[in-house]
């Protein structure tokens, strides 16, 4: 059986089903598909890989080409880096990232949240995924770079058409969204050349790696990369969560129940979607991993969300969602050195998102299709309308 | 149990400090300090999560 694990379809439609049977039968498999790779899928097997960037390296990209999708080429990013430069460079912005330095933004978080949702009229339909999650993030992180408020929404449009380009509804094409933001954040360094604040591109023009500044295309690359990142992932893990309390109504109640139990509830929204859904590595050598050969120069495709399922590892309801899960040792964050970055900042962002939300509404219901986004790494949502009720009505009936 | 810290390993993300704020905190320099090398009995579960959880295998358990 072959796999098209670059197709953006063969993950809008439900993946569990293949991942199972090659979890079970195949767990290193051979696909011919898009010039060729091996189909990572068990959880032990991700994690010993993600271990060993000498032997499978970053540095010829990430991700699965769209055939749908021209090469945008490889650029040179903090996650295309291999060690030992990996690690200087991602301490340059780790320290803004720590759960320490993070907890200090739950204030302005919660605020961006509450007037994101001060816009939700109850029991009226609307577009929940576009209009009230996406602008949150997005917020977030720009305000991090060190963009000025009126160019969020620029922001967003550049970040939807990178990660969706294959995706018709999106005019603008990759080239032309890389060319905006990169030319946006060349801007973004002049202004700061003659005047630092504590903002990252600051910090990342301040920044020496062995005894050298960063160039600037260096430093657009990393601030790109970090747009990137902390935009659609988070977007997609807060409305895929909401999709999933409202297909698990008894899950949700237990949540308005116990709001305790909400960051709980973000660790399973994060193993059941895991919105990220794969990365690849390079072998630099000749792997022998169970009863294959990985070949030097081959790619492998480190399915995380194939491993977030691992009977093995989550047991006989791996496959059921569980907001109460413990212990829930999920991958959608990565393992090893290139594991997620801003895991601290999603995971803050999700947990108070979904405390403001529950703490309004109770009463949840989808209102049409979802509309999800065509893309092989991170398959969205773009539209989604749902209709929501109070808490406090819902306690009444 | 002792916590051994693989300096060379650690890539300072702090997810042992999410588990076991007690025990590790990770400076203002990005620098993970471990607080209590000897583990104290009420965080042993809260370490081994920890230890567990590390995605860069950077901490273990000395015997």
């Known amino acids: ?397 | 149990m002792r916590i051994v810290l693989d300096r060379a390993k650690c890539t300072g993300i702090g997810i042992c400090e999410s588990l076991a704020p007690d025990v590790f905190e990770v400076d203002d320099n990005g620098d993970l300090v471990v607080l209590h090398a000897e583990v104290p009995s009420s965080a042993e579960a809260d370490v081994a999560a920890a230890v567990e959880g590390c995605p860069t295998q950077a901490l273990q358990f000395e015997a």
Request: proline share 6%; aromatic share 6%.
């Open chain 1, 1 to 397: 059986m072959d796999y098209d694990l670059g197709s953006p379809e063969f993950y809008l439609g439900d993946p569990a089903p293949a991942y199972r049977a090659l979890r079970h039968r195949s767990p290193v498999h051979w696909n011919n598909a898009n010039g060729g790779s091996w189909a990572i899928t068990r959880y032990e097997d991700i994690k010993w890989i993600g271990a060993r960037p000498h032997l499978f390296s970053s540095a010829q990209g990430v991700n699965m080409q769209d055939p749908n999708r021209p090469s945008g080429g490889v650029s040179k990013m903090l996650i295309t880096t291999d060690p030992p430069r990996h690690g200087a460079l991602r301490r340059l912005v780790s320290k803004g990232f720590t759960p320490r330095q993070i907890t200090l933004l739950e204030p302005g978080i919660r605020d961006i949240v509450r007037g994101a949702l001060d816009r939700v009229e109850a029991g009226v339909s609307l577009e929940f995924a576009e209009g009230i999650v996406a602008p949150v993030p997005t917020r977030i992180i720009a305000e991090m770079i060190g963009a000025p408020h009126q160019d969020w929404e620029d922001f967003r449009t550049w970040s939807d058409a990178v990660i969706g380009a294959a995706d018709p509804d999106i005019a603008m094409t990759t080239q032309e969204a890389f060319g905006a933001v990169s030319h946006y954040f060349q801007h973004l360094i002049e202004l700061r050349e003659s005047s630092r604040t504590n903002d990252l591109v600051s910090i990342l023009l301040d920044a020496e790696v062995d005894g050298e500044k960063l160039a600037d295309d260096e430093i657009v690359n990393f601030l790109r990369l970090l747009l990137l990142a902390g935009n659609e992932t988070t977007r997609n893990l807060i409305a895929l969560g909401t999709l999933a309390l409202i297909n698990h109504p008894d899950q949700r109640q237990k949540l308005v129940d116990d709001p305790a139990l909400i960051p709980s509830a973000v660790e399973e929204m994060l193993r059941w979607i895991t919105p990220v859904t794969h990365m690849t590595r390079i072998a630099t050598e000749d792997v022998p991993f169970r009863d294959k050969l990985i070949k030097k120069g081959q790619t492998v495709v480190l399915l995380y969300g194939a491993a977030n399922r691992d009977e093995d590892v989550f047991g006989a309801d791996a496959e059921e969602f569980i907001v109460t899960r413990n212990p829930n040792p999920h991958l959608a964050f990565g393992t090893g050195e290139h594991a997620c970055l801003g895991l601290s900042l999603a995971r803050l962002e999700a947990r108070v998102f979904f405390e403001e939300l529950l703490s309004r509404f109770s009463g949840m219901e989808l209102d049409g299709e979802v509309v999800r986004m065509r893309s092989n790494m991170v398959p969205g949502v773009k539209r989604m309308h749902v209709r929501l009720s109070p808490a406090v009505q819902e306690a009444a009936l």
